[in-house]
């Protein structure tokens, strides 16, 4: 059976957007279905790492060649024995079944009080299936929303008239991976890692995941903020220190606290 994961402090806020309600009716919850980062990221690039385990079980990080942030989740499933299990059970479940048997076992496997669902906290559409099947949920489920961050692009375009036509299905292309150049060739909704709130230009940054969820800004790019665990004496890391001693995750409860009274 798949192991869906209850929101955690992020995807909690959705709660509070009012667009966002309907799909929590009759006491739905949010969850989330993740895979093992990096191994489950086809097209990541700038982000790509891996929890490596050894021969013993223990656990390391490796970065990819081309890295220029460490993933949290990757960072995450070296720390948390419980989290790296998981995700793995459900890469490992999922990855040698073929379109009809991923819909069923997602079907079969997802809460009975799922009302948002955000694909991949961890992970990434690892094939152009698994990506139609998730296409395939939204339509059997058009009173609860699936939402996804993505690289994995060359599936989305294959599978893009489909994906247009399912209002509660929100994909995001997450600039960093291995086809970058897509993204504004097939003008797709996008978001960026930025190491400053400066660098966000005039891209809003989304604190809450509001911006990648929310069905009507399926077509309003965004930024992230660094996040996560960076190597030491790397850039990333000393923009994190720079964000951190700045306040700007502190402001940001403040400014998701006004985003949501706003709405």
């Not at 209850?6 to 919850?29: G, I, S, W």
């Not at 191994?39 to 990819?64: M, Q, T, W």
């Not at 997802?110 to 694909?119: A, E």
């Not at 903020?225 to 720079?242: I, Y």
């Given at each position: 059976?798949?192991k869906?994961?209850?929101?955690?402090?992020?995807?909690?806020?959705?709660k509070?957007?009012?667009?966002?309600?309907?799909f929590?009716?009759h006491?739905?919850?949010?969850?989330?279905?993740?895979?093992?980062?990096?191994y489950?990221?086809?097209?990541?690039?700038?982000?790509?790492?891996?929890?490596?385990e050894?021969?013993?079980?223990?656990?390391?990080?490796?970065?990819?060649p081309?890295n220029?942030f460490?993933c949290?989740?990757?960072s995450?499933?070296?720390?948390?024995?419980?989290?790296?299990?998981s995700?793995k059970h459900?890469?490992?479940?999922?990855?040698?079944?073929?379109?009809n048997?991923?819909?069923h076992r997602?079907?079969q496997?997802?809460?009975d009080n799922?009302?948002?669902?955000?694909?991949?906290?961890a992970?990434?559409?690892?094939?152009?299936?698994?990506?139609?099947a998730?296409?395939?949920?939204?339509?059997m489920?058009?009173?609860r929303?699936f939402?996804?961050?993505?690289k994995?692009?060359s599936?989305?375009?294959k599978?893009?008239?489909?994906a247009?036509?399912?209002?509660n299905f929100v994909?995001?292309?997450?600039?960093?991976?291995?086809?970058?150049?897509?993204?504004?060739?097939?003008?797709?909704r996008?978001?960026?890692?930025?190491?400053?709130?400066?660098?966000?230009?005039?891209?809003?940054?989304?604190?809450?995941?509001?911006?990648?969820?929310?069905?009507?800004?399926?077509?309003?790019?965004?930024?992230?903020l660094?996040?996560?665990?960076q190597?030491?004496?790397?850039e990333?890391?000393?923009?994190?220190k720079?964000?951190?001693?700045?306040?700007s995750?502190?402001r940001?409860?403040?400014?998701?606290?006004?985003?949501?009274?706003?709405?």
């Amino acid at each position: 059976m798949l192991k869906f994961s209850n929101a955690n402090a992020k995807t909690e806020a959705l709660k509070q957007v009012d667009e966002l309600k309907p799909f929590l009716d009759h006491k739905r919850k949010i969850y989330s279905l993740d895979l093992l980062s990096g191994y489950s990221c086809p097209f990541a690039k700038a982000c790509l790492s891996k929890a490596v385990e050894d021969e013993n079980g223990k656990r390391h990080i490796e970065d990819g060649p081309d890295n220029e942030f460490r993933c949290f989740s990757a960072s995450q499933e070296v720390q948390y024995t419980n989290v790296y299990n998981s995700r793995k059970h459900n890469f490992d479940a999922l990855r040698g079944l073929h379109l009809n048997d991923m819909i069923h076992r997602l079907n079969q496997d997802m809460p009975d009080n799922l009302g948002i669902c955000r694909i991949h906290v961890a992970g990434d559409f690892f094939s152009p299936d698994y990506m139609f099947a998730w296409i395939n949920m939204a339509m059997m489920h058009s009173d609860r929303l699936f939402y996804a961050y993505t690289k994995s692009l060359s599936y989305w375009m294959k599978y893009k008239e489909y994906a247009d036509q399912v209002d509660n299905f929100v994909l995001t292309a997450s600039y960093g991976g291995r086809n970058d150049n897509m993204i504004e060739e097939n003008n797709l909704r996008s978001a960026k890692v930025v190491f400053s709130e400066d660098e966000a230009y005039e891209l809003e940054i989304d604190h809450d995941d509001s911006h990648a969820a929310r069905p009507s800004l399926k077509n309003q790019d965004f930024a992230l903020l660094l996040h996560g665990t960076q190597p030491k004496g790397t850039e990333a890391a000393e923009a994190l220190k720079e964000l951190k001693g700045k306040g700007s995750y502190s402001r940001k409860k403040n400014l998701t606290t006004e985003k949501l009274m706003v709405k």
